[in-house]
DNA sequence: TTGACATGCAAGTAAACACTTGCCTATCGT
DNA sequence: ACGATAGGCAAGTGTTTACTTGCATGTCAA
């Protein structure tokens, strides 16, 4: 399984997991249009690329149906984060 | 202010992270010492290129004295990662 | 069946990145 | 003062990465 470190050090990316988040379930066409009216210029293809390391870092699942492509989001992933790290996310601040 | 997802992207910096939420306040050299101990083969200028760009990042500290630069671990700028993805860290699996 | 639509695949390019190399500065012990 | 220690700076190198370009595949509607 890839790396969800690398997955995420990209802004392009990141910008599609919180299309996601507001979204899930996104053809990539229509990710691919709401990305273009939020100001990225990424293209189909650097799009579909990028989802390809989204699906290997296992933040994105994909099922295809017909002659779309559907894309969901999977935010579990990142919990090795929070545990590797311990920020106290519980905790609130002083 | 610098890039925290990039500054994670980095097995090696990942590393000092570690290293550094093991014994926090350690010597450049130090740091250098113990990495090797685990394996790593990273020189100290590459070690100390990694520090700067955690330090744009804000995940690390730094202070001189004397000929020593201690380096001090900072997890409060991973906050923004937990926060941007809810992946509901308090909340137990069923 | 034909054409438009949604996506896949692969080679090429330019920039970013991690690392090395070589030398320089500053601090401490003796 | 001198040598050894701890670290800094900067140019150069090789790899990775993000993106483009061009074409191929598969699906649906008429």
Known sequence: ????????????????????????GQTLFELCVRLTGKGFT???QAI???LAV?????????????RYLFIDLDTSPLRQIYD????GPCESDT
Do not use: N
């Not at 989204?54 to 017909?66: C, D, H, I, N, S």
């Open 1 to 24: 399984m890839g790396d969800v470190y690398k997955a995420l050090a990209d802004p392009t990316r990141r910008a599609i997991l919180d299309e996601l988040q507001d979204r899930s």
């Open 42 to 44: 990424s293209s189909r």
């Open 48 to 50: 579909s690329q990028h």
């Open 54 to 66: 989204l699906t290997e870092a296992g933040l994105v699942v994909v099922r295809r149906e017909g």
């Open 84 to 87: 590797r790290w311990r920020v």
